[in-house]
């Protein structure tokens, strides 16, 4: 098996980064108008808004704004941003926040200059297959470590209207990232621990590949696993401990940017595509509706294959230095408690109940393309009520 391989994002990891480089990356890039998108306004309560606007002055760049960006988000606000940054003539996309503000960013830089969708979800249903037009730039400025956005091409978004939650691949990875630690320490307990389990998530989904790792890839994948259980923990006792959200944050970079899944087939992302269809029905937090599906999955499908049973028993010995799978949905289910994350359906406040209706449009709204070892259908649903 061979692959091709590059990483084309600039990033700047540290203190203070914001304020020493942006301003000077504008300028020498030459950009002139910059389209700010940000989510529910939290930057402007630990004053990260106040260190854009400074570095805006310092570019002498005009800009705009587009905020209330959703922790899932949905096609609608997301062409109206479009049709706002075109309308505005914007040259540069800056995105501050997690996951779903840069998931947004990236398919709102492909809609301004692609005219030819006349909505976001004709672009989503293409999967982002057709540009004619190289999309605007984007720059992200991270605030929660969970998806490594910043330095891939994917992004997911939800119909307003069906409730359909789909994944799509834009031809264009943000351009530079900022990362500062310490712009994550305002993050509660509930985000953190939500963010935490979406890069466990995409490192254990990278290491169960059908095909048979390069044996960097897999010790790669247990690296940074490790690194997660060692210090998710502290975070959550310690929130401003800078090694503990800098090494969090680096390992949500680095998690899902292609490195976890060289020389493999690209590994098993049913859990994700699974969670997809539930967080667009009931709208939870992505992190926790993973935390939800995982253990189900891994005792559903360790029946299922005996290769996903023999990689199980692998990594249970690695992480947790256990033998049995029991005892390995046991440590998962424990480190889900302990980032306060449900385990149950009924822990979620937006799921009063799961009807056989539910049941069936989980299973239709699925994305059934979704690689993985198994076909599956409405009995992996079912077992959530378990």
Not at 127 to 146: C, D, E, M, N
Not at 240 to 251: G, I, P, Q, V
Request: net charge positive.
């Amino acid at each position: 098996m061979t692959c091709e391989f590059y990483l084309n994002t600039k990033y700047y990891f540290g203190k203070n980064v914001v304020n020493n480089y942006l301003s000077k990356e504008i300028k020498n890039r030459r950009f002139k108008k910059i389209f700010l998108l940000y989510g529910g306004g939290s930057i402007k309560k630990n004053r990260i808004y106040d260190s854009l606007i400074k570095s805006f002055k310092k570019a002498k760049v005009e800009w705009i704004e587009h905020f209330g960006i959703k922790p899932n988000p949905i096609d609608i606000d997301t062409y109206n941003a479009a049709l706002k940054g075109r309308k505005n003539k914007i040259d540069l996309i800056i995105a501050v926040g997690g996951g779903s503000v840069i998931d947004e960013a990236k398919v709102v830089a492909a809609l301004i200059t692609n005219t030819q969708y006349k909505s976001c979800w004709d672009y989503v249903r293409n999967r982002g297959k057709i540009i004619t037009h190289k999309p605007i730039p984007v720059f992200s400025i991270v605030t929660l470590a969970a998806t490594g956005s910043e330095n891939n091409y994917n992004s997911v978004i939800t119909n307003s209207k069906t409730k359909d939650k789909w994944g799509l691949v834009n031809s264009e990875r943000p351009i530079i990232c900022f990362e500062d630690p310490t712009y994550t320490y305002s993050v509660n307990k509930w985000q953190t621990g939500s963010g935490v389990f979406d890069i466990f998530s995409h490192l254990l989904e990278n290491y169960y590949s059908i095909n048979q790792h390069f044996s960097w890839t897999k010790q790669y994948i247990i690296g940074n696993l490790k690194n997660v259980l060692k210090y998710a923990p502290i975070v959550l006792k310690h929130p401003n401990n800078y090694e503990a959200r800098a090494n969090l944050l680096w390992t949500s970079s680095f998690s899902l940017n292609g490195l976890s899944a060289i020389n493999t087939d690209g590994g098993d992302w049913k859990v994700h595509g699974l969670e997809h269809a539930i967080s667009g029905r009931w709208d939870v937090s992505h992190g926790a509706g993973l935390a939800l599906i995982t253990p189900i999955y891994i005792k559903y499908m360790a029946k299922k294959s005996k290769k996903f049973y023999q990689l199980s028993l692998e990594l249970a010995k690695e992480l947790f230095n256990v033998n049995t799978i029991p005892a390995y949905i046991k440590k998962i289910e424990q480190f889900i408690k302990l980032l306060g994350m449900p385990t149950k359906y009924t822990d979620f406040k937006q799921i009063n109940e799961i009807t056989p209706n539910d049941l069936n449009w989980l299973s239709k709204t699925f994305d059934k393309n979704t690689p993985g070892y198994h076909k599956l259908g409405v009995d992996i649903y079912k077992l959530i009520k378990v």
